[in-house]
């Protein structure tokens, strides 16, 4: 027992002494800062320990079915469909994708709403196009960027109207609470752990003396969807969890050069980042299996956007967000069904990330609402008319505003710059997949989409109670480090 209170005290101690050994000056000055929030950390944690929760209770009304299967989407930041296996990947990069693949119904032609997150979670939860949810939508004058807007329905909170326990677990300053994408949540936890939200961290943090983590990692990450997983089971409800992982979007190093090599290595680091984000996928498959709840569940895999990589048109730089070019648009997307019915099916029509709600309302028995706008891609039986659409993508963070249609093969692309006339370019992704050669828009073939897409790029205004977003500073200091501020 001495021992033990002998190795307490020296614990505790350690930290005071590691400060005050510091001749006085700004160096010791911030070691004190560090001992203290140490100290703080120590008092405050247990107290802290309560979760902080973001919506308010659920109601209990009839729901659709008698039992209805609970549901897990995984969203992965950053992620192209060509870095997947079945989709174009290679197999033994994402040996866990490709297991889980196995189980689902793939749509190898998904594509997004948008190039990047705010606009492209708000399409998969309210499936409308971000000119209607208007979440990340920038004001052309001002700067600024709206949150969704109060008009739209959200997935969860249809899903929660049913009687499902709904949670999110997010780690993108851009998912923050602030841009409304938590409505229909019982528990929606975002940017980072509730650790790093220690009110003595944040304060230290805010002060420049200690850096918050821009994002959680994947084996953290996984913790926390299997901790939201377990508060759903408890809620004695189908759960509705939502989960999003990062770490593709953290490969870029803005240090290095910016020729074809330095292209080269960035897509080796972002292959690296997507081959640790499947491993931890594979922990978190394994323990739904070991839980007993894998194969009951619903679960849909699909990532928010793509990335632009070694491909170099003049656009602008590597990334996303500020081209409509198809390594940003075309992502991955499988739904695995309980008792995994309809395993191992693939689906090559192009469809979009709106399709996303209506299809897991259609598959948990709930009629999806009448402001979505995608469509159901499984119905209840086992075959499912395939009648082509024209996808439209917007909604730039970069740039002047670009609008996508794609109808099969075929692809325009407007671009709408204030006091400048729309330049509109096509492509037949058929015989140019690279979309490195693009078209004439005026030729008879493409006719019908450059009149679809500039009847879509038509601006809308926002609704006068959607609200614009202001960013703290810790959120400028994650959206830094993610290489979104300059």
């Known amino acids: 027992m001495l021992a033990l209170t002998a190795i307490a005290a020296a614990f505790l101690s350690a930290p005071l002494v590691w400060a005050l050994r510091e001749p006085v000056g700004r160096q010791r000055t911030r070691r004190l800062g560090v001992a203290l929030a140490f100290y703080g950390l120590i008092l405050l944690l247990p107290a802290y320990g309560a979760r902080a929760y973001h919506g308010s209770a659920s109601g209990d009304l009839t729901r659709s079915t008698a039992n209805p299967p609970s549901i897990l989407l995984i969203v992965v930041d950053t992620l192209r469909a060509d870095a997947v296996a079945g989709f174009g990947g290679d197999s033994e990069l994402t040996p866990n994708l490709r297991e889980l693949a196995q189980d689902a119904t793939l749509f190898t032609r998904a594509h997004s709403a948008a190039p990047w997150t705010t606009p492209s979670f708000g399409s998969l939860l309210t499936s409308t196009y971000p000119s209607e949810h208007q979440a990340g939508r920038r004001d052309p004058r001002l700067g600024f960027k709206y949150a969704l807007s109060p008009s739209v329905t959200t997935l969860a909170e249809v899903l929660r109207s049913n009687g499902y326990w709904t949670g999110a677990v997010l780690t993108n300053v851009y998912l923050a609470n602030r ?239 204030p006091g400048r006339p729309i330049v509109a370019r096509a492509y037949d992704l058929a015989v140019d997949p690279g979309e490195s050669a693009p078209l004439s828009p005026d030729s008879p073939r493409f006719e019908r989409l450059l009149a679809a897409v500039s009847r879509f790029g038509k601006a809308r205004p926002a609704p006068p109670d959607t609200k614009p977003v202001a960013f703290d500073v810790l959120a400028v200091q994650r959206l830094k480090a993610l290489g979104y501020v300059e």
């Open 179 to 417: 841009f409304g994408l938590s409505r229909g949540f019982d528990d929606y936890q975002d940017l980072v752990s509730q650790q790093w939200q220690h009110p003595v961290l944040v304060g230290l943090a805010r002060l420049g003396l200690l850096e918050i983590p821009a994002y959680v990692p994947a084996d953290i990450e996984t913790r926390r969807v299997l901790d939201l997983v377990r508060r759903g089971q408890r809620s004695g409800k189908p759960f509705f969890a939502l989960a999003h992982y990062m770490d593709p979007h953290a490969h870029d190093d803005p240090s290095g050069p910016s020729d074809g090599e330095g292209a080269q290595a960035t897509q080796r680091r972002y292959l690296e980042q997507v081959s640790y984000t499947d491993r931890h996928l594979g922990v978190l498959v394994r323990e739904l299996q070991a839980m007993g709840l894998y194969d009951d569940l619903l679960i849909v895999f699909t990532a928010d956007h793509g990335e632009e990589l070694t491909e170099d048109r003049n656009q602008g730089p590597y990334g996303h967000g500020h081209t409509l070019y198809e390594e940003l648009l075309h992502v991955p997307l499988m739904v695995k069904r309980p008792a995994n019915e309809g395993a191992g099916a693939e689906r090559t029509e192009p469809v979009s990330s709106i399709d996303v709600a209506p299809t897991i309302l259609q598959l948990v028995g709930i009629h999806p609402p009448d402001g979505f706008e995608g469509r159901p891609l499984i119905g209840l039986g086992p075959n499912d008319p395939e009648v082509p659409r024209i996808l439209f993508s917007e909604a730039m963070l970069w740039g002047p505003e670009q609008k996508a249609a794609i109808l099969g093969d075929q692809k325009v692309v407007i671009e709408i710059a």
